[in-house]
Every structure is written in structure tokens, then in C-alpha cells.
């Protein structure tokens, strides 16, 4: 018979491990789907929707094309290899922007997720902290 003693009782061992476990349970949902664009009728822009932990978060990819050029049931441009694989190389940076925020070990949602995709993390420093240094 082995005993182990620890500082740390069990009961916190088993609840840290839950936590962990926990990102495994959230599903990510990335979807493509057309935006009218108000200027234009026959003009669409593409839009990004992340869905991850109940939380959503939209952004524009800057592809535009017309109705008759998308496929709304495959989320993809019709006879655009080129636009499908830039839809295709932005779903595969979502992904590695949510393996990186899960190996952090920090808790976020779909809108960190977009924020560390474009590079729009805001810093914590506020301007009264600033002249705090001083």
C-alpha cells in the first residue's frame, strides 16, 4: 500500500481535472454565408460566423461575388477554386487560433477567438495606469 501526502486536498484535484475537460466538451461552428451590400443589389460581401461555447462573433473575409456565384448549402463560391481556398486557409487559422487559446489554458469565447485571428487584442493598459507610472 502506497500513500501520497499533499498540500493539496483531493476534492480541488478532481475539480481542476473537470476544468480541463471542459474545452474539450465546447464545439466550434465555423459558417460562410453572403451580407447584401446597401449600395449594390446585386453585390454580396462574405461573411464569417464563429460560433464557439454559445458565443457568436461575425466578421467580414473582404470576398465579394453575386448570388449566382455561391452555394449557400456548401458555404463555397461555385466555379472559384481560388476564393474556396482562401475560405478554406481562414477556417484552418480559426482553428489554430482556438488550439493555441486552449493550450493557454485561459477561458475566452468567439470574440477572443476573432480578436487573436485579426490581431484586434485590446491591451489592458488604460490611459490613467499610463500616467501612473509617472
Known amino acids: 500500500m502506497v500513500f501520497i501526502f499533499s498540500s493539496v486536498p483531493l476534492h480541488k484535484i478532481k475539480v481542476?481535472?473537470?476544468i480541463k475537460k471542459i474545452h474539450d466538451i465546447y464545439t466550434l461552428s465555423i459558417?460562410?454565408?453572403l451580407k447584401a451590400i446597401?449600395?449594390?443589389n446585386n453585390d454580396f460581401v462574405v461573411n464569417t460566423q464563429i460560433i464557439y461555447n454559445r458565443t457568436k462573433s461575425e466578421f467580414t473575409t473582404g470576398l465579394r461575388c453575386g448570388s449566382n456565384d455561391w452555394n449557400n448549402a456548401k458555404e463555397e463560391f461555385v466555379?472559384?477554386?481560388i476564393?474556396?481556398?482562401q475560405l478554406s486557409n481562414l477556417k484552418s487559422k480559426i482553428f489554430r487560433v482556438k488550439n493555441q487559446l486552449d493550450e493557454s489554458g485561459v477561458s475566452y469565447n468567439a470574440?477572443?477567438?476573432k480578436k487573436h485571428l485579426?490581431?484586434?487584442e485590446q491591451s489592458d493598459d488604460?490611459?490613467?495606469a499610463y500616467f501612473d507610472q509617472f
Open 16 to 18: 481542476s481535472r473537470k
Open 31 to 33: 459558417k460562410f454565408y
Open 38 to 40: 446597401k449600395s449594390n
Open 79 to 81: 466555379k472559384n477554386s
Open 83 to 85: 476564393f474556396n481556398q
Open 111 to 113: 470574440s477572443e477567438i
Open 118 to 120: 485579426l490581431g484586434t
Open 126 to 128: 488604460t490611459l490613467l
